[in-house]
């Protein structure tokens, strides 16, 4: 026998975090579904140390901060949560949805909330020899705390945005820091660039990693090229190499899927009430479009009320709702 959901939340960034809060706000049994290991979609794998000047009620927030506080509200109810775990089929027969996992999990659910953004996205790979038998010993994807890093010796590769204010942002715990990129310009703001310029990062440029190699004393051995002369050599030792190459989107939600939502703009056609072409299954955040749409978290976190109170009538419509937080009193995690 297949568990069964009120409602299925696929895609854990942040509007699919406050979607489930609310999915338990009002009183039904959510699971929440994330491709990647941590919630927090693109603000924890791309910006978690950015400073997000335009989600209502902070005056800033940096973006670790804000997923921190999601989860923590998302806590308040009993909603389930699985990372790790990529939805790779939905199919829907008689009113239900059968939701197929990578883990080779299904589970049913009487409606559907997207909330995939713009799809599942991975970090785009370093092509060394050996690289990938050192992820998780020394070389990382991503940095979710920098404390890790404190007095360390650490390596950023990468010439983007991310990698220029990662550079600067650890520079502030770590004992030496070295940014790698293959050309002598950086492709990121100019305040960030001018941020690295005057801070103490060491810049390997125009450089490229041809080898890496763990030492015996636990550090890596980094051989660095010029770019135009791959005989001219140095080699670097750290204790982290942190690869900072952007993320690939593999934008393929529903390449796999038996069902297949009407799309607009290479994501999910909605209408006011922000279902899809598919009753039941309605698509919010960076996953969706109508006339005028922003993808912004604030857009996103607004939609979410309106979807789950929306889905609640479509499976409950004899439910009132959805009433005032305020109003409510929680007990163990349910309403009384
Ligand atoms: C560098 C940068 C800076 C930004 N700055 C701002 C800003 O200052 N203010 C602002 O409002 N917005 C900003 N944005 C945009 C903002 O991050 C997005 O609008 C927001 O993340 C959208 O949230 P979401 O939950 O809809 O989607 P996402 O954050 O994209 O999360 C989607 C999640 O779904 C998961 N997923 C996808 N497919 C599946 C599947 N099949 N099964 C399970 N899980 C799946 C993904 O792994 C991902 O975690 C910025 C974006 C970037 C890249």
Redesign the pocket.
Known sequence: MMELYDIAI?????????AAFYAGLRDTKAVL????PT?????????PE??????AGFVGIK?SELIDSLYRQLQLFPVEIKTN????NLQKQNDLFTIT??NGTSFQSKTVIV???????EPRKIQVDGADSLVGQGIHYFVTNKQDFMHHDVAIAGGG??AVDMATMLNDVTASTRIIHRRDTFRAMEQSVNALNSSTVIKETPKKIVSINKQDNGKLAVTLALVKDPYDVTVISVDDLIINYGFIS?N??VASWDIKPVQDNQVFAVNQQLQTSIEGVFA????SHYLGK???????LGEAPNAINAAVNLFDPKRGGPGHSSSMVIKNGHLS
């Open positions: 696929i895609g854990g960034g942040p509007v699919g975090m406050f579904v994330e491709s990647l919630l927090g979609g693109q603000v924890t794998a791309l910006y950015k400073v997000i000047l335009d989600v973006g775990t990529t939805v790779t996992t990578d909330t995939t953004g713009k799809g599942s996205f945005d991310s593999k393929q939600t919010i955040g960076d996953a922003a993808d912004l978290i604030a857009v996103g």
